[in-house]
């Protein structure tokens, strides 16, 4: 197995390999738990799942028993906002997973004001749900995860969380100040969504099959995140083994984007969102 750039994940101490899995499709596919084995096999050790992703926590579930234990690092999230609504989720996601504790459990798509006025109500919130499992030994580390900016900087500013997860890519490049600040924080930082979400990615694979792809590709798209110093690890989503390899040979030729070569995938990824 080829040497595996890790990064630490903030302030948790973990120290990830900077391609993980994000295993949200995984399970709407024939080769989903051979995807997943493959993924650690071939040294993945942080994969990312949810409550509310169909399937998902069964799939890791199942994988963690097949494997006899669990050799990786296991994120979750709840869609709660209460605490009690939160604790629930916890237990139910280690009874399915079938493990004591999980790594990470995060609180899923905080994209609203409300959301996050909610969920961080120091008493009836879900992020008070998560600190008293975390007291009971339960979840090791408490994240989040947005698709807003300006809940990100709240976020950040908060300084409540151990690690936040974004989207961020060449098609998404308006968070990189705040994963600055988010890493000047020792705020663990997952990328969700780095190579552009499924519907461009099976459009780029048509034009990578028929000769016609130009820059914007998953490999340089996923080059282009892990440039970015202060993120700790990108989850590209998979449903297939070959996938997960090509991602994992990614990383094992890395070296950073230039910094030209990034505003010109920017600009290529703006020219593939108009057509
Ligand atoms: N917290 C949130 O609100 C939230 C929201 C969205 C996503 N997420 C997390 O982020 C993860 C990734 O997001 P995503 O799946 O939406 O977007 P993504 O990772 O940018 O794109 C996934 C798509 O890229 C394809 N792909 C991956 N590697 C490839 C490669 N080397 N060559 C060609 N195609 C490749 C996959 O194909 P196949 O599936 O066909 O293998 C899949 O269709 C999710 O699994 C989830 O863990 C979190």
Redesign the pocket.
Known sequence: MPDLQTRRLGRTGLEVVAVGL?????PH?PEATATVHAAIDGGINFI???RD?AGSEYLLGQVIRERGGLDFHVAT?TFARSADGAQRDVDRSLSILGVEAVDLY?L??VSTLDAWERSIDEEHGALAGLRIAQVRGLVRYIGV?T?NLEVLRLIVESDAFDAV?V?Y?AFAPEPVALIEAAHARDIGVIV???????GR??V??GQLDRGEAGPLT??NLLRYVLSHPGVSVA??????PS?VR??LD?LAGFAPMPAEEQRALEIAARAFDAL
Do not use: F, L
């Open positions: 994000g295993a949200m499709d995984t596919s990312d799942t949810a992703y999230k995060q899923h798509d995860s698709h997860m989207d890519s969700m969504r780095p190579v552009g979400g499924s990615t099976s780029m694979r998953p490999a989850i590209p989503g998979a449903r297939y996938r090509e991602n990614t």
